[in-house]
C-alpha cells in the first residue's frame, strides 16, 4: 500500500507530526476498507496534541472527508501547517485544524468538485446533482471555519479561487502566518485573491474585440476550446 501521509515525532515538543504530501489517495482509499482504518489506526496509536504539515494539490474527496472527520474527532489540539498548497480535496483536511497556520510563500485553493461521467440524459442529471451535493458538503467545512455565507463561499469555489497566505486569513480559512515576527501584522497587509474565471473572461473580453482577434488568432482559438 502507498501512502500518502507519514508520521514523525518531535521529542523536543513533545508532539507528534503528520505530514500529508502529494495527492490524496492516488491509489488507493476509495472502495477500500483497510486504507481508511489503517489511517485511523496510526492516528489513534498515540495521545497529545499533533502537527499536520500539507503540501498536496488535493485529490478524491472522499478520503479528504474521512480524514477531516477523523481529525476533528481527535481528543488532542491538530494544528495544520501549510508549507506549500493545500489546494482542492487538502484545503478541506485543512479545515480540521484547531489552529491553522500558512507560510508566507504558501497557497490554497478552492473549486468546485468535478468527476467524469458516462451514460444516457438521466445518468448525466444524477451526476449533476450528485456534485451539486458534494459541493454543499464542501461548503459545510468551510463555513464552520470561516463564518463566512454559503453564497460567498460557493462564488469562490465557482471561480477557482486561488489564496496567499494574508488573503486566506482574512478570509478566515487560516489562522496565522507561519515565521512572522511579533511586531508584525500578519493578517491583511499585500493579501490577494486569484479567481482563474475572472482572468480567463477578461482575457476573452479582450481578444473578441476586433481590433485585436486578428493579432492573436491562435491564442483566440484555443481559448475558444477552453469555454466547453
Known amino acids: 500500500m502507498k501512502k500518502f501521509w507519514n508520521w514523525t515525532k518531535n521529542d523536543k515538543a513533545d508532539k507528534r507530526i503528520l505530514h500529508l504530501y502529494g495527492a490524496i489517495a492516488e491509489e488507493s482509499w476509495f472502495d477500500d476498507e483497510v486504507t481508511p482504518s489503517a489511517f485511523r489506526e496510526e492516528l489513534m496509536q498515540g ?127 487560516a489562522d496565522g502566518l507561519m515565521f512572522a515576527n511579533e511586531n508584525q501584522d500578519s493578517a491583511v497587509e499585500n493579501s490577494f485573491v486569484f479567481s482563474r474565471r475572472a482572468v480567463t473572461n477578461s482575457l476573452m473580453n479582450k481578444i473578441k474585440k476586433p481590433q485585436l482577434k486578428q493579432s492573436v488568432d491562435p491564442l483566440y482559438e484555443r481559448l475558444n476550446l477552453l469555454k466547453y
Not at 501549510?82 to 484545503?91: E, L, V
Not at 473549486?111 to 440524459?121: E, K, L, R, W
Not at 450528485?130 to 463566512?148: C, G, P, Q, R, W
Request: hydrophobic share 45%; aromatic share 6%; proline share 3%.
Open 47 to 173: 495521545k497529545g496534541d499533533i502537527e499536520v504539515w500539507i503540501n498536496s494539490p488535493g485529490g478524491d474527496c472522499i478520503a479528504a472527508a474521512q480524514i477531516y472527520n477523523m481529525l476533528m474527532e481527535y481528543p488532542g489540539d491538530v494544528t495544520v501547517k501549510i508549507d506549500g498548497i493545500a489546494a482542492s480535496a487538502a484545503s478541506v483536511i485543512a479545515m480540521a485544524g484547531t489552529e491553522i497556520q500558512m507560510s508566507p510563500t504558501s497557497l490554497m485553493m478552492i473549486h468546485n468538485p468535478f468527476t467524469i461521467a458516462i451514460g444516457d440524459s438521466e445518468e448525466m442529471k444524477k451526476t449533476l446533482h450528485m456534485l451539486d451535493e458534494v459541493k454543499e458538503s464542501i461548503i459545510n467545512a468551510y463555513e464552520i471555519k470561516t463564518s463566512l455565507s454559503r453564497n460567498k463561499l460557493s462564488e469562490l469555489m465557482d471561480a477557482e479561487t486561488w489564496l496567499n497566505a494574508h488573503k486566506a486569513i482574512e478570509l478566515g480559512f
